[in-house]
Protein backbone atom coordinates (compact mmCIF):
# COMPACT_ATOMS: atom_id res chain seq x y z
CA UNK A 1 0.00 0.00 0.00
CA UNK A 2 3.00 2.30 0.40
CA UNK A 3 4.57 2.18 -3.03
CA UNK A 4 1.13 4.33 -4.10
CA UNK A 5 2.94 7.40 -1.77
CA UNK A 6 5.97 7.35 -2.86
CA UNK A 7 8.87 9.58 -1.19
CA UNK A 8 11.59 9.57 -3.56
CA UNK A 9 11.05 8.83 -7.50
CA UNK A 10 13.61 6.26 -8.75
CA UNK A 11 14.24 4.73 -11.65
CA UNK A 12 11.22 1.63 -12.80
CA UNK A 13 11.49 -0.73 -15.10
CA UNK A 14 8.73 -0.19 -17.09
CA UNK A 15 6.93 -3.39 -17.84
CA UNK A 16 3.78 -2.64 -20.25
CA UNK A 17 2.99 0.91 -21.63
CA UNK A 18 0.51 2.99 -19.50
CA UNK A 19 -3.36 2.78 -20.60
CA UNK A 20 -4.73 5.76 -22.38
CA UNK A 21 -6.20 7.27 -18.72
CA UNK A 22 -2.83 7.22 -17.09
CA UNK A 23 -0.78 9.18 -19.75
CA UNK A 24 -3.96 11.70 -19.45
CA UNK A 25 -4.03 11.82 -15.89
CA UNK A 26 0.12 12.51 -15.98
CA UNK A 27 0.17 15.18 -18.00
CA UNK A 28 -1.66 18.85 -15.98
CA UNK A 29 -2.39 21.17 -19.10
CA UNK A 30 -4.43 18.07 -20.45
CA UNK A 31 -6.11 17.55 -17.17
CA UNK A 32 -6.90 21.28 -16.73
CA UNK A 33 -7.88 21.48 -20.05
CA UNK A 34 -10.54 18.84 -20.21
CA UNK A 35 -11.57 19.56 -16.30
CA UNK A 36 -12.45 23.43 -17.51
CA UNK A 37 -13.87 22.67 -20.47
CA UNK A 38 -16.07 20.17 -19.24
CA UNK A 39 -17.14 21.89 -15.90
CA UNK A 40 -17.71 25.56 -18.19
CA UNK A 41 -20.34 23.15 -20.42
CA UNK A 42 -21.60 21.91 -17.48
CA UNK A 43 -22.43 25.02 -15.71
CA UNK A 44 -24.43 26.22 -19.47
CA UNK A 45 -26.16 23.20 -19.42
CA UNK A 46 -27.31 23.69 -16.18
CA UNK A 47 -28.10 27.61 -15.71
CA UNK A 48 -30.15 26.99 -19.22
CA UNK A 49 -32.18 24.21 -18.15
CA UNK A 50 -32.43 24.46 -14.70
CA UNK A 51 -34.00 26.38 -11.96
CA UNK A 52 -31.50 28.99 -10.62
CA UNK A 53 -33.68 30.85 -8.46
CA UNK A 54 -34.03 27.63 -5.94
CA UNK A 55 -31.59 27.38 -3.65
CA UNK A 56 -30.78 23.50 -3.54
CA UNK A 57 -30.46 23.50 -6.97
CA UNK A 58 -27.36 26.04 -7.33
CA UNK A 59 -25.95 24.23 -4.07
CA UNK A 60 -26.02 20.80 -5.80
CA UNK A 61 -24.38 22.95 -8.90
CA UNK A 62 -21.56 24.16 -7.14
CA UNK A 63 -21.28 20.74 -4.95
CA UNK A 64 -20.78 18.46 -8.25
CA UNK A 65 -18.46 21.19 -10.20
CA UNK A 66 -16.27 21.20 -6.74
CA UNK A 67 -16.17 17.01 -7.06
CA UNK A 68 -14.97 17.26 -10.68
CA UNK A 69 -12.39 19.21 -9.85
CA UNK A 70 -11.21 17.53 -7.20
CA UNK A 71 -11.33 14.74 -8.49
CA UNK A 72 -9.46 15.62 -11.30
CA UNK A 73 -6.84 17.37 -9.52
CA UNK A 74 -6.32 14.33 -6.97
CA UNK A 75 -6.08 11.77 -10.31
CA UNK A 76 -3.65 14.36 -11.48
CA UNK A 77 -1.36 14.73 -8.49
CA UNK A 78 -1.97 10.78 -7.68
CA UNK A 79 1.02 10.74 -10.44
CA UNK A 80 3.80 12.47 -8.58
CA UNK A 81 5.62 12.81 -5.28
CA UNK A 82 4.30 15.32 -2.07
CA UNK A 83 7.43 17.31 -2.96
CA UNK A 84 6.54 17.98 -6.84
CA UNK A 85 2.72 19.43 -6.03
CA UNK A 86 3.72 22.44 -4.25
CA UNK A 87 3.69 24.00 -7.39
CA UNK A 88 1.56 21.21 -9.47
CA UNK A 89 -1.50 22.56 -7.27
CA UNK A 90 -1.28 25.92 -8.09
CA UNK A 91 -0.92 25.43 -11.87
CA UNK A 92 -3.57 23.22 -12.18
CA UNK A 93 -5.80 26.09 -10.67
CA UNK A 94 -4.40 28.78 -13.05
CA UNK A 95 -4.55 25.91 -16.35
CA UNK A 96 -7.86 25.22 -15.59
CA UNK A 97 -9.66 28.99 -14.52
CA UNK A 98 -7.88 30.45 -17.90
CA UNK A 99 -9.36 27.43 -19.54
CA UNK A 100 -12.55 28.56 -18.03
CA UNK A 101 -12.43 31.82 -18.11
CA UNK A 102 -11.84 31.23 -22.35
CA UNK A 103 -15.04 28.95 -22.41
CA UNK A 104 -16.86 31.61 -20.66
CA UNK A 105 -15.30 34.17 -23.06
CA UNK A 106 -16.53 32.01 -25.87
CA UNK A 107 -20.21 31.63 -25.26
CA UNK A 108 -20.52 34.68 -24.05
CA UNK A 109 -19.50 35.59 -27.83
CA UNK A 110 -22.13 33.85 -29.46
CA UNK A 111 -25.16 34.12 -26.29
CA UNK A 112 -25.07 30.95 -24.79
CA UNK A 113 -22.73 32.16 -21.51
CA UNK A 114 -25.69 32.81 -18.70
CA UNK A 115 -25.58 34.94 -15.32
CA UNK A 116 -28.18 33.83 -13.32
CA UNK A 117 -31.80 33.81 -15.65
CA UNK A 118 -30.37 36.48 -17.95
CA UNK A 119 -27.75 36.41 -21.04
CA UNK A 120 -24.23 37.28 -20.20
CA UNK A 121 -22.36 40.02 -22.47
CA UNK A 122 -18.66 40.77 -22.92
CA UNK A 123 -18.98 43.33 -20.11
CA UNK A 124 -19.51 40.88 -17.91
CA UNK A 125 -16.93 38.77 -18.97
CA UNK A 126 -14.35 40.28 -17.06
CA UNK A 127 -15.17 40.33 -13.58
CA UNK A 128 -16.66 36.89 -14.44
CA UNK A 129 -13.16 35.92 -15.13
CA UNK A 130 -11.58 37.34 -12.03
CA UNK A 131 -14.04 35.26 -9.59
CA UNK A 132 -13.54 32.17 -11.72
CA UNK A 133 -9.51 32.68 -11.19
CA UNK A 134 -10.25 33.47 -7.18
CA UNK A 135 -12.32 30.74 -6.76
CA UNK A 136 -10.20 28.05 -8.25
CA UNK A 137 -7.44 29.80 -5.88
CA UNK A 138 -9.32 29.17 -2.71
CA UNK A 139 -10.79 25.57 -3.79
CA UNK A 140 -7.87 23.93 -5.31
CA UNK A 141 -4.51 25.24 -3.02
CA UNK A 142 -5.87 24.79 0.38
CA UNK A 143 -7.23 21.29 -0.73
CA UNK A 144 -3.58 20.09 -2.29
CA UNK A 145 -2.00 21.01 1.00
CA UNK A 146 -4.89 18.82 3.10
CA UNK A 147 -4.11 16.21 0.55
CA UNK A 148 -0.59 16.81 0.99
CA UNK A 149 -1.34 16.76 4.83
CA UNK A 150 -3.11 13.01 4.57
CA UNK A 151 -0.84 11.71 2.33
CA UNK A 152 2.12 12.47 4.42
CA UNK A 153 0.53 11.11 7.80
CA UNK A 154 -0.62 7.77 5.89
CA UNK A 155 2.80 6.75 4.21
CA UNK A 156 4.30 7.17 7.91
CA UNK A 157 2.12 4.84 9.20
CA UNK A 158 2.11 2.74 6.57
CA UNK A 159 6.28 2.52 7.04
CA UNK A 160 6.41 2.85 10.77
CA UNK A 161 3.76 -0.09 10.84
CA UNK A 162 5.84 -2.31 8.34
CA UNK A 163 9.01 -1.18 10.46
CA UNK A 164 10.98 0.30 7.35
CA UNK A 165 12.33 3.91 6.40
CA UNK A 166 11.34 4.52 3.03
CA UNK A 167 9.49 3.59 0.33
CA UNK A 168 12.51 2.95 -1.73
CA UNK A 169 13.79 0.60 0.67
CA UNK A 170 11.19 -1.97 -0.14
CA UNK A 171 11.60 -1.35 -3.70
CA UNK A 172 15.40 -1.94 -3.61
CA UNK A 173 14.53 -5.41 -1.54
CA UNK A 174 12.16 -6.42 -4.13
CA UNK A 175 15.25 -5.88 -6.80
CA UNK A 176 17.92 -8.02 -5.17
CA UNK A 177 15.23 -10.52 -4.09
CA UNK A 178 15.67 -13.87 -6.56
CA UNK A 179 13.07 -13.82 -8.92
CA UNK A 180 10.26 -16.49 -7.34
CA UNK A 181 9.61 -19.61 -9.80
CA UNK A 182 6.40 -20.23 -11.22
CA UNK A 183 4.41 -22.94 -9.58
CA UNK A 184 4.97 -26.55 -10.79
CA UNK A 185 2.11 -27.28 -13.15
CA UNK A 186 -0.55 -30.22 -11.07
CA UNK A 187 0.59 -33.65 -11.86
Known amino acids: M?????RKTIAWEVVEDPTAIRRLSNSLPEMALITGVTL??????????????????????????????????TAHLANYTVRHWWWRGPMFAALE?????????ALTAVGLEKIGSGVAELSDWLPG????????????????????????????LLLKREHRTSTAQRVSEARRAPPEEPPAPPA
Not at 55 to 60: F, T
Request: positive net charge.
Open 2 to 6: AEFFP
Open 40 to 73: RLYRAYVLSHGSPESGWWVGATLVIGAVLILVML
Open 97 to 105: AGTEIMMSL
Open 129 to 156: AAQVLAWRVVLIIPFTVLLAVVVTIVRR
